[in-house]
């Protein structure tokens, strides 16, 4: 199982930036994805998870009208569009996959994954 993150990089703040979360090796229909964002020194946030069984959508509140996740199960790949950034969401953000078919309360907490992709930085600076 494999999971490639992608779409990171600088952006002004209430600039827009979409971030892919390409899985291998796993089928959409079978795993949740989450994303998760951390700052140095700092846990793990749950940000944003979706659904395998019926793609339902769930977001943290600091995201909450700003950040989109959505999935393509053609393309075996996770979304997360945010939009209206703000220094504040500068971090390395993760996605994460768990095999299961509901998100929920349980998905923004990152002990309950067990495979991970390596991260990509996002920067928000004017």
């Known amino acids: 199982l494999k999971l490639v993150e992608s779409g990171g990089g600088l952006v002004q703040p209430g600039g827009s930036l979409r971030l892919s979360c390409a899985a291998s090796g796993l089928t959409l229909d079978s795993y949740v994805i989450g994303w998760f964002r951390q700052a140095p020194g700092k846990e793990r946030e749950g940000v944003s998870c979706i659904s395998s069984s019926d793609g339902s959508s769930y977001y943290a509140d600091s995201v909450k009208g700003r950040f989109t996740i959505s999935r393509d199960k053609t393309k075996n790949t996770v979304y997360l569009q945010m939009n209206n950034l703000e220094p504040e969401d500068a971090d390395v953000y993760y996605c994460?996959?768990?095999?299961?078919?509901?998100?929920?309360?349980?998905?923004?907490?990152?002990?309950?994954?067990?495979?991970w992709g390596q991260g990509t930085q996002v920067a928000v600076s004017s």
């Open positions: 994460a996959a768990e095999f299961g078919q509901y998100g929920g309360s349980w998905c923004f907490d990152a002990r309950e994954y067990d495979s």
